[in-house]
């Protein structure tokens, strides 16, 4: 008896399947990266050390103590005040963006503990919107601000941003007076405000609270700068010097006091913490 023979099934059009966003390529080397090995390292390019961006849950990660990051103002989310009918209608992009990151907004804050110290932290995030700043994201900057001065504590903002979010109109660029007008009185009150630029921040949030920290860092290669550079271009009627609105070129020009890698950057924000309180592991004391 011959055994039957067993069927055969078409697999010419079966897709394999592959998880998608298991490898990423780094636009700078060429390099295919395993995903989980650019996580695992701080989604730096190992190669080339470019840096990739980080999401705002990543970054409080990389940067707090374990286990002392306590968010605030979570629930916070913008409403379309002017009825935005352009491109598409705001509410539904709020509501594509918060299904797709998770976040309410292009921020998170919180109080944590960053090398032992007592820290407001608020860190944007790219991928809500280009992390533009609408009256949400200036409100909880500007209560990050306010929550550090009551608590006699320094503040530790991390920009990321295309500017101010068109579809709120004047009421965002409001947010530049408020945050900036915040942080005013958490100086006067002699409080360190450490400012961390990553790649891109530009416009509204360059001009107003990224660029009036105490001590501003950059991540390398960053792009920072008010307008961009085509707009820049055709005003002044100038060729732009090479590099121009990169970290390395801000700090050549004195507008950055330093830039640092990824790896350190926990590290370099805990010894001036330290520095600036004069007292390890403590609450931070107003001089
Ligand atoms: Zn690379």
Redesign the pocket.
Known sequence: MFEKKPKLTATKNKKRDIPSGLWVK?A??G?MIFSKELSKNLKV?A??N?HFPMTARERIASLADEGTFHETDADMVSVDTLKFTGMAAYTERLKTYQRQTGLADAIVTGLCKIGGHDVSLAVMDFSFLGASMGSVVGEKVTRAIEKATELKIPVIIVSASGGARMYEGILSLMQMAKTSAALALHAKAGLPYLSVLTHPTTAGVMASFASLGDVIIAEPKALIGFAGPRVIKETTQQELPEGFQTSEFLLEHGLLDLIVHRKELRDTLSKMLQYFSGNSGCKFKAA
């Open positions: 780094c700078d080397c390099e390019c190669k080339c470019r």
